[in-house]
């Protein structure tokens, strides 16, 4: 099914606030066909305070990405991008993992990979120096919870690519500086894995070396992250991993079929029965095969805006273009993420479910989830579809804390030789 959406009241507020109208825009996409995107008051109201109270961990976000694009003061509120303190606050986030992305072109020159890797953990460490009243690293499930009642936001670090892991003292370095999971690789094979958008399959699932490197993040307490990875290379971790894993950004495939970056129904099954988690990602083309196109169009025309109007994409004026075409042009409702939650819940039940935005890693996102402020709007839905507190606390951040429990203790008995 396909849903056009025209524009909502709340995206006409925008315009006016930014001093842009969407005639102005020869890109804003206006379809007559009207989405309704109301959400009860008093359940909106219910949900601020659920996502207020509990533990709101979210498995990826692309913030030190975005600042190496253009960088802005994320301790205050920002006129780009997907996070800042501000809005995270009002979103009731806690625990956003800090996405540490090596692109895969970083894997042919040796060293290289780490070298960004630790500037990268740099920059995020920077954000705690600029503003400690606000944001502390978190690098255990009893730092997540103790910030929390601290008024912190803490902020975890995830590796999106194993790149610069060459040899497994690696993984001790990057133990030691704080990641606490690894996206073993990401758009291309690498020595660890195979990944799902490369057709290559080098390794038909995990390298010899792959499978030492589950071994020792075992025995670190590194969770393996599944997302990106080939379903032959899920299916090798899951039988080698001693602990639990998760897919810190990943959706199902049964709404996008064919498409390997999202999780098949199989892989779902799999996982849960070894207590992982699949942490849904927000981004369009995710939630929907209907929505790929679309969501590509969407970053074609704001490209080729930007070239023929000279708009350098890493300016202030570059980057703050794409944001309004973004906010103009939702792909998606919050609805398509709740159905995606409904779907993995009726597999396997409400224990491997969570989220995982990838903000600041996509172009194309659904109406009602913008940014870091509204996951509310999505808790309301899941309310209305008759979920109870309880399992609101799960999706929120219960289940993706009880894989990373899980994590610590394996590594703890590994470690004590048990
Ligand atoms: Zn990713």
Not at 377 to 384: C, D, P, R, S
């Amino acid at each position: 099914m396909r849903r056009r959406l025209a524009l909502p009241a709340f995206i006409l507020l925008f315009a006016a606030m930014t001093g842009c109208t969407p005639t102005d825009s020869p890109d804003a996409d206006v379809d007559s066909t009207e989405a309704d995107l109301t959400i009860d008051p008093a359940l909106l109201e219910r949900a601020q305070d659920l996502t207020q109270r509990f533990i709101l961990v979210d498995g990826h976000i692309d913030v030190p990405y975005r600042m190496t694009e253009y960088e802005e003061d994320i301790t205050q509120a920002t006129e780009g991008g997907d996070f800042d303190y501000p809005r995270a606050k009002a979103g009731g986030l806690n625990a956003p993992f800090m996405s540490i992305f090596i692109p895969a072109d970083r894997q042919e020159i040796e060293g290289s990979a780490k070298i960004l890797a630790d500037s990268l953990i740099d920059m995020v460490e920077g954000f705690v120096e600029r503003a400690p009243e606000k944001y502390a690293i978190a690098t255990s499930v009893d730092d997540v919870r103790r910030q929390k009642e601290e008024g912190l936001i803490s902020l975890p670090m995830g590796m999106e690519n194993g790149a610069p892991i060459e040899t497994l003292d690696d993984l001790r370095h990057f133990y030691d500086r704080g990641i606490r999971y690894i996206t073993l690789t990401h758009g291309r094979d690498n020595r660890i894995c195979d990944s799902s958008y490369d057709d290559t399959r080098t390794w038909k699932g995990l390298s010899p070396f792959g499978e030492q490197v589950v071994d020792e993040m075992n025995r670190l307490g590194i969770i393996v992250d599944i997302s990106h990875l080939s379903d032959s290379t899920i299916f090798q971790v899951l039988r080698r991993s001693k602990a639990p894993v998760f897919a810190s950004h990943s959706s199902a495939r049964h709404f996008t079929p064919g498409w390997e970056r999202n999780m098949s129904d199989e892989l779902i099954k799999a996982m849960a029965e070894r207590d992982g988690v699949i942490m849904i990602n927000f981004g369009s083309s995710f939630l929907g095969g209907e929505y790929q196109q679309e969501g590509r169009a969407l970053s074609q025309r704001i490209d080729q805006y930007q070239t023929e109007h000279n708009l350098d994409p890493r300016s202030a004026e570059g980057a703050l273009y794409r944001e309004r075409q973004r906010k103009l042009n939702p792909v998606g409702t919050f609805r398509d993420v709740a159905d995606h939650i409904d779907h993995v819940v009726a597999l396997v039940g409400v224990d491997h479910v969570g989220l995982g935005s990838d903000y600041d890693g996509v172009t194309a996102l659904p109406a009602g989830l913008e940014d870091v402020s509204t996951y509310p709007n999505l808790v309301a839905e899941l309310l209305k579809r008759g979920y109870s507190d309880e399992d609101i606390g799960k999706i929120l951040g219960g289940n993706a804390l009880r894989v990373w429990s899980g994590v610590e203790r394996v590594a703890q008995e590994l470690q004590q030789g048990m």
